[in-house]
């Protein structure tokens, strides 16, 4: 019973992102890849609150996991390309995220999946990636369009 309670208290703290007006960094490409990658971090998310298979879970993560490589490069080659003075420090914040995202995922390899699990995936990731839009990618935004 007080675990049945645990888990419900736990899968309504699960957010859901929505990419809002001023996560929006006015570069076309990447502003359209952060609702893809918005989409793949929710389908994450939603996973907490269904009973889905374990290979259906790994499938999930995978999405977003890969998404996120492919969004990171894409992003550190338009600021190479447009001679971003703080790329070695974006950088360094994209390897961050990738390297502890990389361990919530051996930890769901490891344990399975969890309310646990998916609330700190949700929170954590979530939490950084918008933090990470609104002043990391705008601030890079700002150099691209004063550039082009
Ligand atoms: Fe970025």
Redesign the pocket.
């Given at each position: 019973m007080l675990i049945t309670i645990y888990y419900i208290i736990i899968l309504r703290r699960i957010q859901m992102l929505t990419l809002s007006k001023d996560m929006e960094i006015g570069v076309v490409k990447i502003d359209n890849q952060h609702k893809e990658l918005v989409n793949r971090l929710n389908a994450v998310s939603a996973m907490g609150s269904k009973s889905i298979s374990r290979e259906e879970t790994q499938k999930t993560i995978n999405l977003l996991s890969d998404y996120v490589v492919k969004h990171?490069y894409d992003?550190e080659l338009l600021q190479r390309q447009s001679g971003y003075p703080k790329y070695d420090w974006?950088k360094e914040?994209?390897n961050q995220f990738i390297n502890d995202f990389q361990q919530l995922r051996n930890e769901f390899l490891k344990n399975g999946s969890s309310a646990k699990f998916t609330l700190t995936l949700s929170n954590s990731v979530i939490d950084w990636v918008v933090r990470?839009i609104k002043f990391?990618?705008a601030e890079?935004g700002m150099h691209y369009n004063r550039t082009h």
């Open positions: 990171f992003e974006h914040q994209h990470h990391a990618d890079f």
